[in-house]
Protein backbone atom coordinates (compact mmCIF):
# COMPACT_ATOMS: atom_id res chain seq x y z
CA UNK A 1 0.00 0.00 0.00
CA UNK A 2 0.97 3.53 -0.49
CA UNK A 3 1.19 6.02 2.16
CA UNK A 4 1.96 9.81 3.22
CA UNK A 5 3.30 9.43 6.50
CA UNK A 6 4.94 6.23 8.50
CA UNK A 7 5.36 6.66 12.36
CA UNK A 8 8.09 4.87 14.13
CA UNK A 9 7.39 4.92 17.59
CA UNK A 10 7.07 2.74 20.78
CA UNK A 11 4.45 4.44 22.34
CA UNK A 12 1.48 3.12 21.61
CA UNK A 13 -1.30 5.92 22.77
CA UNK A 14 0.42 8.95 21.09
CA UNK A 15 1.30 7.16 17.98
CA UNK A 16 -2.39 5.93 17.86
CA UNK A 17 -3.70 9.50 18.24
CA UNK A 18 -1.00 11.07 15.86
CA UNK A 19 -2.03 8.20 12.90
CA UNK A 20 -5.68 9.16 13.92
CA UNK A 21 -5.55 12.88 13.47
CA UNK A 22 -3.52 12.73 10.41
CA UNK A 23 -5.50 10.61 8.43
CA UNK A 24 -8.84 12.96 9.75
CA UNK A 25 -6.87 15.74 8.04
CA UNK A 26 -6.34 13.51 4.51
CA UNK A 27 -2.49 12.50 5.47
CA UNK A 28 -2.65 8.70 4.65
CA UNK A 29 -0.59 7.36 8.11
CA UNK A 30 0.61 3.96 9.30
CA UNK A 31 2.12 3.16 12.62
CA UNK A 32 4.83 0.51 13.57
CA UNK A 33 6.68 0.32 17.14
CA UNK A 34 9.90 -0.73 16.50
CA UNK A 35 12.78 -0.96 14.18
CA UNK A 36 12.22 -4.51 12.65
CA UNK A 37 8.16 -3.69 12.04
CA UNK A 38 9.59 -0.33 9.62
CA UNK A 39 12.09 -2.40 7.67
CA UNK A 40 9.27 -5.31 7.41
CA UNK A 41 6.61 -2.43 6.26
CA UNK A 42 8.82 -0.76 3.28
CA UNK A 43 8.91 -4.48 1.30
CA UNK A 44 5.51 -4.64 1.38
CA UNK A 45 4.30 -0.54 1.38
CA UNK A 46 5.91 2.57 0.45
CA UNK A 47 5.69 6.04 2.36
CA UNK A 48 6.51 9.19 1.23
CA UNK A 49 7.89 10.43 4.96
CA UNK A 50 9.01 8.82 7.75
CA UNK A 51 8.10 10.11 11.44
CA UNK A 52 10.80 8.59 13.86
CA UNK A 53 11.48 8.64 17.41
CA UNK A 54 14.61 7.60 18.87
CA UNK A 55 13.99 5.59 21.69
CA UNK A 56 12.61 2.62 20.25
CA UNK A 57 12.51 0.43 23.09
CA UNK A 58 15.53 -2.10 22.85
CA UNK A 59 16.94 -0.48 19.30
CA UNK A 60 18.15 3.09 18.75
CA UNK A 61 16.19 5.36 15.61
CA UNK A 62 19.43 6.72 15.12
CA UNK A 63 20.38 3.10 13.90
CA UNK A 64 17.32 2.84 11.94
CA UNK A 65 17.55 6.16 10.00
CA UNK A 66 21.31 4.99 8.89
CA UNK A 67 19.43 1.79 7.83
CA UNK A 68 16.39 3.57 5.89
CA UNK A 69 19.08 5.88 4.39
CA UNK A 70 20.74 3.17 2.38
CA UNK A 71 17.69 2.24 0.26
CA UNK A 72 15.51 5.27 0.47
CA UNK A 73 15.61 9.12 0.43
CA UNK A 74 12.07 9.86 1.68
CA UNK A 75 12.13 12.80 3.99
CA UNK A 76 12.82 11.38 7.95
CA UNK A 77 11.47 13.75 10.57
CA UNK A 78 12.84 12.79 14.12
CA UNK A 79 10.75 12.99 16.89
CA UNK A 80 12.07 12.91 20.18
CA UNK A 81 11.91 13.66 24.16
CA UNK A 82 15.13 14.13 24.03
CA UNK A 83 16.18 17.70 23.50
CA UNK A 84 19.62 17.61 23.94
CA UNK A 85 21.94 19.68 20.68
CA UNK A 86 24.27 16.63 20.70
CA UNK A 87 21.11 14.78 19.68
CA UNK A 88 19.56 17.32 17.63
CA UNK A 89 22.76 17.56 15.57
CA UNK A 90 23.56 13.79 14.90
CA UNK A 91 19.92 13.39 14.10
CA UNK A 92 20.53 15.90 11.14
CA UNK A 93 24.05 14.69 10.52
CA UNK A 94 22.61 11.04 9.64
CA UNK A 95 20.12 11.83 7.25
CA UNK A 96 17.27 13.87 9.39
CA UNK A 97 15.32 16.27 7.87
CA UNK A 98 14.45 17.67 10.82
CA UNK A 99 13.67 17.26 14.56
CA UNK A 100 10.54 18.14 16.74
CA UNK A 101 10.72 17.64 20.33
CA UNK A 102 7.64 16.10 22.56
CA UNK A 103 5.42 16.75 23.46
CA UNK A 104 4.25 18.37 19.71
CA UNK A 105 0.77 20.01 19.13
CA UNK A 106 -1.25 17.77 16.84
CA UNK A 107 -1.93 20.82 14.51
CA UNK A 108 1.83 22.14 14.39
CA UNK A 109 3.03 18.97 13.67
CA UNK A 110 0.39 18.19 11.11
CA UNK A 111 1.39 21.37 9.34
CA UNK A 112 4.99 20.64 9.09
CA UNK A 113 4.56 17.17 7.46
CA UNK A 114 2.26 18.97 5.15
CA UNK A 115 4.57 21.46 4.24
CA UNK A 116 7.69 18.84 3.94
CA UNK A 117 4.98 16.58 1.99
CA UNK A 118 4.42 19.94 -0.70
CA UNK A 119 8.11 20.39 -0.71
CA UNK A 120 9.61 17.33 -1.86
CA UNK A 121 6.29 16.16 -3.99
CA UNK A 122 4.64 19.35 -5.21
CA UNK A 123 1.38 18.52 -7.02
CA UNK A 124 3.22 16.66 -9.62
CA UNK A 125 3.84 12.49 -9.51
CA UNK A 126 7.45 12.91 -11.43
CA UNK A 127 9.74 14.60 -13.88
CA UNK A 128 11.58 13.03 -16.84
CA UNK A 129 14.18 14.37 -18.83
CA UNK A 130 16.47 12.18 -21.90
CA UNK A 131 17.97 9.07 -19.53
CA UNK A 132 16.92 10.79 -16.28
CA UNK A 133 13.41 10.34 -14.55
CA UNK A 134 12.49 11.36 -10.85
CA UNK A 135 9.45 9.44 -9.26
CA UNK A 136 8.74 11.77 -6.36
CA UNK A 137 6.14 9.60 -4.72
CA UNK A 138 8.49 6.97 -3.88
CA UNK A 139 11.59 9.42 -3.82
CA UNK A 140 13.14 7.54 -6.42
CA UNK A 141 15.86 8.47 -9.30
CA UNK A 142 16.19 6.59 -12.28
CA UNK A 143 19.05 6.95 -14.99
CA UNK A 144 17.28 4.70 -18.16
CA UNK A 145 15.93 1.97 -16.13
CA UNK A 146 18.59 1.81 -13.15
CA UNK A 147 17.45 3.00 -9.52
CA UNK A 148 20.40 5.26 -8.65
CA UNK A 149 21.40 5.77 -4.81
CA UNK A 150 21.05 9.44 -3.71
CA UNK A 151 22.25 10.63 -0.47
CA UNK A 152 19.05 12.49 1.51
CA UNK A 153 21.14 15.76 1.07
CA UNK A 154 22.04 15.09 -2.64
CA UNK A 155 18.19 14.15 -3.45
CA UNK A 156 17.04 16.90 -1.95
CA UNK A 157 19.56 19.46 -4.23
CA UNK A 158 18.65 17.67 -7.12
CA UNK A 159 15.00 18.37 -6.52
CA UNK A 160 15.55 21.66 -5.63
CA UNK A 161 17.43 22.23 -8.92
CA UNK A 162 14.88 20.67 -11.06
CA UNK A 163 11.97 22.63 -9.43
CA UNK A 164 13.56 25.58 -10.55
CA UNK A 165 14.90 24.41 -14.02
CA UNK A 166 16.04 26.45 -16.32
CA UNK A 167 16.68 29.67 -13.83
CA UNK A 168 19.97 30.19 -12.46
CA UNK A 169 19.66 29.28 -8.73
CA UNK A 170 22.43 31.21 -6.84
CA UNK A 171 25.11 29.51 -4.08
CA UNK A 172 23.01 31.70 -1.26
CA UNK A 173 19.53 30.52 -2.19
CA UNK A 174 20.87 26.65 -2.59
CA UNK A 175 22.51 27.69 0.74
CA UNK A 176 18.96 28.81 2.47
CA UNK A 177 16.65 26.20 0.59
CA UNK A 178 18.71 23.40 0.32
CA UNK A 179 20.85 23.55 3.75
CA UNK A 180 17.98 25.70 5.43
CA UNK A 181 21.29 27.86 6.68
CA UNK A 182 22.57 31.42 5.24
CA UNK A 183 26.13 29.95 5.43
CA UNK A 184 27.50 27.06 4.45
CA UNK A 185 31.13 27.10 2.48
CA UNK A 186 31.41 26.83 -1.21
CA UNK A 187 33.49 23.40 -1.02
CA UNK A 188 30.71 21.52 0.84
CA UNK A 189 28.20 22.77 -1.97
CA UNK A 190 31.06 21.63 -4.92
CA UNK A 191 31.24 18.37 -3.11
CA UNK A 192 27.39 17.89 -3.23
CA UNK A 193 27.01 18.86 -6.68
CA UNK A 194 30.08 16.55 -8.30
CA UNK A 195 28.70 13.27 -6.44
CA UNK A 196 25.31 14.22 -8.02
CA UNK A 197 26.79 15.13 -11.60
CA UNK A 198 28.64 11.65 -10.81
CA UNK A 199 25.42 9.35 -10.57
CA UNK A 200 23.10 11.13 -12.73
CA UNK A 201 24.82 12.45 -15.80
CA UNK A 202 26.40 10.19 -18.68
CA UNK A 203 29.87 12.20 -18.48
CA UNK A 204 30.17 14.49 -15.17
CA UNK A 205 32.82 16.47 -16.52
CA UNK A 206 30.71 17.82 -19.58
CA UNK A 207 27.43 17.38 -17.48
CA UNK A 208 23.96 17.81 -19.82
CA UNK A 209 21.67 18.71 -16.64
CA UNK A 210 23.95 20.39 -14.37
CA UNK A 211 25.29 23.32 -15.50
CA UNK A 212 27.55 25.51 -13.82
CA UNK A 213 27.09 30.16 -13.74
CA UNK A 214 30.52 30.85 -12.64
CA UNK A 215 30.48 33.38 -9.90
CA UNK A 216 26.84 32.89 -9.39
CA UNK A 217 25.94 29.38 -9.06
CA UNK A 218 24.20 26.18 -10.85
CA UNK A 219 21.40 25.82 -13.37
CA UNK A 220 19.22 22.76 -14.20
CA UNK A 221 18.93 23.01 -17.89
CA UNK A 222 15.97 20.62 -19.27
CA UNK A 223 12.45 20.70 -20.80
CA UNK A 224 10.51 18.36 -19.23
CA UNK A 225 8.49 15.48 -20.76
Not at 3 to 26: H, K, M, Q
Request: charged letters at 30%; hydrophobic letters at 40%.
Amino acid sequence: MKYDCLIVDDEELLSENTRDYFNAFGVNTAWVADATSCIDFFFDNNAKLVLLDINLGGSSGFDLCKRLRETTAVPILFISARTSDSDMLMALHIGGDDYISKPYSLPVLLAKVKAVLRRYYGEDSGFACGRLRVDYEHAAVYRDDEKLSLKALEYKLLIYLIKNKNRVVTKDEIFRKVWEQAITTDNTLNVHIRHLREKIEVNPNEPQYIKTVWGTGYVFEAAES
